[in-house]
């Protein structure tokens, strides 16, 4: 609050600061749009020739975050309309080649299926009536855009029509799925074959040496033979275009003396103090927190978090403040403290005992307006209020009536089971209806009004009694002064300045500043590792004009800023040497490792193979292809390969396996019975085959897709 005051005491400075920004951001945009040559203007992407189009890709947008309400960033909720619409375009150009549709008796028999079950559209039979149907539709399209209500939902036209697109591209996607599915079978060849790879076995004995055997301080491997290997298997070392950074940050944080500001305006606020009232030309005592009669009030007006007319138990206290709170008797105060980025002032106000938890049974009479009020909703507060008069009096009388009168009630989920709803004091509830339900013994019975309408309530059970405080708590943030902001900002600038001129990282370093690398930074990344969500610098380093060595200042989203240089600009294609090598550093020192090995072995028998590397020989049972694992060494489908090709008592050569070099030796060949068909194993692969359907159909035909995207041009 005192920044507050201070930065009102500078608006005249700010606004025209703020004007000049606005200025230049603005003359800076038309330039930039005059400059701009790009015919992309208004195409976020193009797949298989189909354009998404910028004004309806960004409506999509907007519409997501208004519905995730800020729950998502703008960069989170455009990649996830991205996947919707990639979907689409992309299996869209699949159902046109094919020439799917869905027409009219086809769409019937869908929205029959996913409608059966709704008791509007059933005839006196209980079976679904097509008339019933296209009657509901007319009456929809006839009161529009007024809304209705099916299956205790509202729904209007609008909202009719997109669930019948969905329920046609869900139809029509179903159908290409199973048109592909059709095509797909096992034979009779590929069912023998799983059952063999499954059946045929082998016992073994074999020698490992592990690869771990050789320090890799004793391999020596060179970049030229990194880069090598990765062009060996460039798939595995692809990359996207992508930038690497440094930056320097300097925080907005309060200082030790703002902090000590911030205890002492507190401080302050506990005792009446004498003020001069210039209006009275005269002084005038000031009520202080300890003598104040309105917690409420005084609450409100100085502090950062708003008073709390509620009782709480032990559990909402942080546990390293929970005994000083709960000790304070009536009327006394325990601060200031810190408590999650605040210093704050904590009053006990009252104490009681307040059951744990509560068993309730209500009935809920809505009124027009109310929270989550049906459109059939006719009452006024008034008539509502009423109505729950009326059956209060009934049931004052005679309670056995309740499950009688529960048809007025609108609260379905209650209503389930018997109008009856338990639930803890720590459970989010209307006020009213849980300082009712608390606050009451056992036996009440009353009416409360909620947003949700009147609710006739009736405590059946309450839980263990336990210690509950009122307390009335003035939190004041712990941020920076004006004083403090100016002088980061003046760092900043300072730096700035002087990597101008010379090394980024030696003026961090002579002015202990932490300088942070961050690597492979895509084009459509949001996040920066340390300071979160930060576009502008993604956006930033992928300009047309910046350079590997530019830098500049940017404003973080968690206040204040960061100096960022560009270090690397990483074209698409393979990965640089140093960072292929975390990868690729290992599988060569394998292969040096496997040749170390084969270069040092003469023996040719199992067991002298055994004694020269300080190894044992060990056995393996019943291996088969189809799970290539050895017992005692792990997944090793090159070696237990090489043994199926082996005859009964034959040993093989050296094979470079994954974790060592092994030779082995075939003691038992079992070979698959015969069956006199294949069928059942056939129709098993054939159902592998379908399944890989559902999840890989999709993600090959994304592959497949021609696709330009220009989604980092404006976002």
Do not use: C
Not at 63 to 86: F, H, K, P, Y
Not at 409 to 428: H, L, M
Not at 598 to 621: F, P, Y
């Amino acid at each position: 609050m005192a920044v507050l005051n201070k930065i009102r005491q500078r608006s005249i400075f700010l606004i025209i600061i703020i004007a000049l920004a606005l200025f230049s951001f603005i003359i800076g945009d038309i330039f930039q749009n005059l400059g701009s040559s790009s015919g992309n203007e208004a195409t976020i992407a193009t797949v298989n020739g189909v354009d998404i189009e910028r004004d309806d890709f960004m409506a999509k947008v907007e519409n997501i975050q208004r519905q995730s309400r800020g729950s998502l960033t703008n960069t989170q909720a455009m990649n996830r309309v991205w996947d919707n619409e990639l979907r689409a375009k992309v299996m869209q150009s699949q159902y046109d080649a094919l020439g799917i549709s869905v027409e009219r008796d086809y769409m019937r028999d869908l929205l029959k299926q996913n409608l059966t079950s709704f008791e509007e559209f059933k005839n006196e039979a209980g079976l679904f009536d097509e008339d019933k149907l296209n009657e509901f539709i007319a009456n929809l399209k006839a009161i529009a855009p007024e809304t209705t209500t099916l299956g205790g939902t509202p729904i209007n036209y609008k909202s009719w029509t997109d669930f019948e697109q969905n329920v046609a591209i869900s139809g029509v996607q179903q159908t290409y799925f199973n048109l592909v599915k059709a095509g797909i079978t096992g034979t009779l060849t590929e069912g023998e074959l799983d059952f063999q790879l499954e059946n045929d076995k082998v016992d073994l004995k074999y020698v490992q040496i592990p690869y771990a055997s050789i320090p890799d301080s004793l391999v020596q491997v060179k970049s030229s033979e990194i880069k090598a290997y990765m062009k060996r298997f460039p798939k595995q070392y692809e990359v996207e275009a992508s930038r690497d950074l440094v930056y320097v940050e300097f925080k907005e944080e309060a200082s030790l003396a703002d902090e000590q500001a911030i205890q002492d305006n507190l401080k302050a606020l506990i005792e009446d103090r004498e003020e001069f009232n210039e209006s009275a030309k005269a002084n005038e005592t000031v009520i202080g927190f300890k003598n104040t009669k309105d917690n409420a009030a005084f609450v409100n007006a100085n502090s950062a978090q708003k008073f709390n007319d509620t009782y709480v138990f032990r559990s909402a206290f942080s546990s390293d403040q929970a005994d000083n709170i709960t000790a304070l008797k009536t009327g006394e105060i325990y601060g200031p403290y810190k408590d999650n980025g605040f210093y704050k002032l904590t009053k006990m106000v009252s104490k009681k005992g307040i059951s744990d938890s509560t068993k309730v049974r209500h009935i809920l009479i809505p009124f027009v307006g109310g929270a989550r009020a049906e459109p059939t909703v006719t009452k006024t507060d008034a008539e509502a209020k009423a109505t729950a008069d009326s059956i209060y009096n009934i049931l004052r009388r005679n309670r056995s009536k309740f499950k009688s009168l529960l048809s007025l009630s609108s609260d379905k989920v209650s209503n389930e089971k018997e109008g009856v709803i338990e639930f803890a004091y720590t459970d989010g509830f209307a006020p009213e209806f849980k300082a009712y339900s608390f606050e009451n013994p056992k036996g009440s019975l009353g009416v409360v009004r909620t947003d949700f309408g009147y609710h006739v309530i009736e405590i059946l059970d309450q839980g263990k009694p336990q210690d509950a405080f009122k307390v009335a708590t003035i939190a004041q943030e712990i941020e920076p002064s004006v004083e403090t902001i100016d002088e980061v900002f003046k760092n900043k600038s300072k730096f700035e300045i002087a990597v101008a001129d010379a090394d980024f990282e030696t003026v961090a370093k002579d002015n202990n500043y932490d300088v942070r690398n961050v690597s492979s930074v895509k084009a459509l990344d949001e996040n920066i590792p340390g300071i979160g969500a930060q576009r502008a610098i993604v956006r930033w380093a992928f300009e047309d004009g910046v350079k590997e060595g530019d830098f500049k200042s940017f404003s973080t989203t968690t206040g204040g800023f960061v100096v960022v240089k560009l270090t690397g600009v990483n074209a698409k294609g393979l990965m640089s040497v140093q960072n292929g090598s975390v990868s690729a550093l290992p599988e060569i020192q394998k292969e040096k490792k496997a040749a170390m090995i084969k270069e040092r072995i003469s023996a040719s028998t199992l067991e002298d193979i055994a004694n020269a590397e300080g190894q044992t020989v060990k056995s393996a049972a019943a291996v088969n292809m189809k799970n290539p694992t050895l017992s005692g060494a792990g997944r090793e489908p090159l070696v237990i390969g090489t043994a199926f090709g082996l005859a009964e008592g034959e040993t093989s050569k050296l094979i470079e396996g994954n974790t060592g070099v092994y030779v082995v030796q075939v003691t038992k060949v079992t070979p698959a019975i015969q069956l006199t068909s294949y069928q059942v194993a056939a129709n098993r692969v054939g159902q592998a085959k379908e399944n890989a359907v559902n999840t890989q159909l999709y993600n090959a035909l994304k592959d497949a897709a021609e696709i330009e995207d220009n989604r980092a041009v404006f976002y």
